[in-house]
């Protein structure tokens, strides 16, 4: 039941980011949504996590996956 929940939860964060930006998801966003999920879950949230991109478009893509879950980031393009 959980597993269909949380699927159900993944599509619809989905479909609202596809909206967003019109770019489908591929699997590097599925995992790493996945990994932040985890991290929030044994982390009671209180860990950060650093995503690093050799590309800025990459940052670009996930942002609005990151922004549809109500994941807080901060972006610093050094």
């Keep these: ?30 995992e790493t949504l996945r990994i932040l999920d985890e991290v929030d879950a044994e982390s009671d949230g209180q860990d950060k996590t650093i995503i690093f991109s050799q590309w800025t478009s990459m940052l670009d893509i996930i942002e609005p996956y990151l922004l549809a879950k109500n994941i807080g980031f901060t972006r610093c393009e050094c």
Aim: proline letters at 7%.
């Design 1 to 30: 039941m959980l597993q269909a929940a949380r699927k159900a939860a993944v599509q619809a964060v989905t479909q609202k980011a596809i909206l967003n930006t019109g770019i489908p998801p591929s699997a590097k966003i599925f």
